[in-house]
């Protein structure tokens, strides 16, 4: 089974306006971390924003927010007022911290394209 | 630089030559991460270094592959006898914070002809 899933492939949103990007997960590790990560043309995967399985708020980082509910294992990104330079590669990631594996697991990615 | 780095940015080689890609981590941070990047597989971990412990290779893909990672700082990625579907981005990152957010670096882009 997949430990990350983006179903996804592309999204398309209009400049200011906000955009929810879906991401699920599969662990049964109860303590774990999951990530967002940018990966715009350039290819650099640039990170974004951190939920904990245990933290007891959403995550918020400017314009970014997660929205993480744990019964129903997904951690999907908001981005508010969305901007040109928002177009690129989103992916969900996590690191399962009790399994021993050291390394994030990734979804396949949503290409977002913001439209002027 | 305060990010990680890594050379070549690029690298095409021949089918059957040995390749080295080298990364350097952010300064301080105990942990380095190999993931590889491509059309038909996604990202994928290969390697994981921390500090003076024996590496997790469990994502390695075969023998050709191999790391270092010398005075816990600079690491480097070997590929010997490359194959064309060795060809991806080669993203390397590094953690050093609680929450092990990994940072990446810009790639190196394999191509294999």
């Not at chain 2, 921390?50 to 990625?77: H, I, Y």
Request: charged residues 20%.
């Amino acid at each position: 089974a997949q430990k990350i899933t983006q179903t996804q492939p592309g999204m398309f949103v209009q400049e200011k306006e906000a955009v929810t990007l879906d991401c699920t997960y599969d662990t049964s590790d109860p303590s774990y971390g999951l990530f967002w990560y940018k990966q715009p043309s350039s290819g650099e995967m640039i990170f974004l924003i951190y939920q904990g399985s245990y933290d007891q708020q959403n995550a918020t980082e400017g314009r970014y927010s997660l929205n993480f509910q744990k019964a129903r294992k997904s951690a999907n990104l908001v981005i508010s007022a969305s901007q040109l330079g928002d177009s690129a590669m989103y992916f969900c990631a996590m690191r399962e911290r009790q399994t021993g594996a050291n390394n994030l697991f990734f979804g396949t990615g949503t290409r977002l394209t913001v439209i002027p | 630089g305060a990010g990680v780095s890594q050379s070549p940015s690029n690298k095409v080689t021949e089918k059957g030559k040995d390749v080295e890609l080298r990364c350097d981590p952010i300064s301080g941070h105990t942990a380095l991460y190999w993931y590889r990047q491509s059309l038909g597989q996604g990202l994928e971990f290969l390697i994981y270094f921390q500090g003076n412990s024996a590496p997790d290779k469990s994502g390695l893909p075969s023998d050709r592959f191999s790391a270092e990672r010398t005075g816990g700082s600079v690491s480097t990625l070997t590929i010997q006898r490359t194959q064309q579907e060795d060809s991806a981005v080669y993203l390397c990152a590094s953690s050093g914070d609680p929450r092990d957010t990994q940072y990446f670096g810009p790639g190196t882009r394999l191509t294999v002809l």
